[in-house]
């Protein structure tokens, strides 16, 4: 490891600290376009995190150190997820730290704190919600892995560096299953990050939120912390989609030229992203929670069928 | 360009036919159903079309002609109309869970997978190895027909079965004789419309299109 790629390494993942907030915005603004609403500005995650950040915090008398811990806890593994997730360039020193399974393990870390901090009051909002995200991420999470397999079958890696550059760097050619595996990828990722047809970003109404009802209880620098993460989560699944599905402007590591290049092109692709989601979100009504499984049970049916097409179309 | 990306693309139509194939299987609502159906028939189309380009076969035009007539245009306005001279145009089908229905779908796909593979090392075609997704699709229309309590949805079953029998023989023989492809295309024309008639006389009798009251052999 030497210091340029490690100063390479410091770019991406001080770039997705940075533009997580701006991507959340983003979204935001093209849903409040699509409803025919006056959008809030593309920089208000930000001024909401720096008002967050200058609050003070209140906490209930029976949380546990855990539930102070949490935020930064939760934070820091979808940063380090963020770091190893090949954003501008593959090669990075930490891109070796964990292939796509292991990733995957990450983020389900970071689930578990987060309904552990949830249930830590001991209010019914929080053991609900909690309840309701961990129904919803052992359900997703075997269909992200399966995504991921049939990326791995076709570049014979499960290092996702290895992946972005076997699919990006190779001769254009139209696989079937990437098709497949591309819808299941994004069913997984509307659920994960608690969009629409699972459940809604903006409400806080009991009966239907799962993720707001298991932050509900916190304020100041750790729901800023909270919301700072969950917007790094949102970059981070769409970055891996980026990484599997469009891989093309990605730069090898050490190529300077090239990772200076490839930074206009994942704006531009994470701009197209983020549309194209409030399009989704806008496209379709909130689901209940009982038919959640069925939805994400088709997730992992697509993942399945992703693999049996390879096997036969492609092998 | 096209001898290059051709093949490639009608893999990814063969594969956009087996997702519709598991799209019907999970879908509740009866219009819905029709919809996919005629996407279905406009996916085998073109995907033959893209065939016949390919491998220069130009009677395979033709069959994509009667493809475009009957399966796009015809039988799903005939369905329209069915469906709503019947009545039943919203209708939510309360039927077998939808997950395991699907469970039971993958397993035959792999099922129709593995008895395609030693017939597709045998044929010489571009197209072989799509006639796995061919026979798996016409399980999964089978499947449906099974799996299903209203007549419409039977009937939308029996005609993507024989979208999956048409998918196949150009998978694996570049199309039949077009003397048996206009006959076959007949008796689905006449077997839509007789079914039509039948679905009337079910519903005259029971007041629904539920076929499970066919099981009865005596009134009360």
């Known amino acids: 490891m030497n210091l340029a790629d490690a100063a390479a390494q410091f770019t991406e993942l001080l770039l997705a600290l940075l533009l997580a907030p701006l ?7 093209c849903r409040s376009w699509l409803q025919n609403r006056s959008a809030p500005g593309l920089l208000q995650p930000y001024r909401v995190l720096a008002k967050l950040f200058e609050k003070e915090v209140v906490l209930a008398h029976n949380a546990s150190p855990l539930f102070r811990a949490a935020p930064y806890l939760i934070f820091g593994c979808l940063a380090l997820s963020a770091a190893i997730v090949p954003t501008l360039a593959t090669g990075l020193p930490l891109n070796a730290a964990a292939d796509a399974i292991a990733l995957v393990g990450l983020l389900a870390v970071a689930r578990f704190f987060i309904a552990l901090a949830g249930m830590d009051i001991g209010t019914a909002f929080g053991t609900l919600g909690a309840r309701r995200e961990m129904l919803v991420g052992f359900l997703a999470e075997p269909a992200l892995l399966m995504v991921l397999f049939t990326a791995s079958l076709i570049s014979q890696s499960s290092s996702l560096s290895t992946i972005v550059d076997v699919l990006g760097h190779r001769e254009f050619a139209i696989y079937p299953s990437m098709a497949f595996a591309g819808v299941a990828f994004t069913i997984v990722s509307l659920a994960e990050n608690a969009r629409i047809p699972v459940d809604n970003p903006a409400t806080h109404l009991e009966l239907t939120m799962i993720h707001e009802a298991m932050i509900l209880e916190y304020s100041g620098r750790h729901l800023a912390m909270m919301e700072w993460a969950s917007s790094l989560k949102l970059f981070v699944y769409s970055c891996m989609g980026l990484a599997l599905f469009f891989p093309f402007g990605i730069a090898r590591g050490g190529d ?10 994942l704006v531009a692709k994470l701009a197209v992203g983020g549309a194209a989601l409030a399009l989704i979100e806008i496209l379709s009504a909130k689901m209940r929670i009982f038919r959640a499984p069925e939805f994400l049970g088709t997730a992992f049916l697509l993942a399945v069928l992703a693999m049996l097409v390879h096997v036969l179309l492609e092998a | 360009m096209l001898q290059h990306y051709g093949p490639q693309l009608i893999n990814l139509l063969a594969a956009v036919l087996l997702l519709l194939a598991f799209a019907m299987l999970s879908q509740r609502r009866i219009l819905s159903l029709i919809n996919l159906f005629a996407a279905q028939g406009a996916v085998l189309c073109v995907a033959t079309v893209l065939v016949a380009s390919v491998t220069g076969q130009s009677h395979l035009y033709w069959s994509a002609g009667v493809t475009l007539l009957l399966k796009v245009l015809l039988l799903p ?7 709503r001279r019947l009545n039943v145009k919203w209708d939510v089908e309360t039927l077998l869970n939808i997950p395991t229905t699907m469970l039971v779908g993958i397993v035959l796909v792999i099922l129709a997978f593995n008895l395609a593979a030693p017939i597709s090392q045998l044929a010489g075609t571009v197209t072989r190895s799509t006639l796995g997704i061919a026979m798996a699709s016409v399980l999964l229309s089978f499947l449906m027909m099974i799996t299903r309590s209203k007549a419409v949805p039977q009937v939308v079953g029996f005609l993507s079965m ?3 029998l048409f998918f196949a023989a150009t998978a694996a023989v570049y199309g039949m004789p077009m003397v048996v492809e206009l006959g076959i295309a007949l008796d689905v024309l006449v077997a839509s419309l007789i ?4 679905l009337f006389q079910i519903r005259e009798r029971f007041d629904s299109v539920d076929t499970r009251h066919l099981e009865k052999l005596k009134e009360h």
Do not use: K, Y
């Open chain 1, 23 to 29: 991507l959340t915005g983003w979204v935001n603004q």
């Open chain 2, 162 to 164: 024989e979208n999956g």
């Open chain 2, 77 to 83: 306005w005939i369905l329209h109309r069915l469906i």
């Open chain 2, 195 to 198: 079914l039509g008639v039948f």
């Open chain 1, 256 to 265: 300077w030229l090239g990772i200076v290049l490839a930074l206009p092109v």
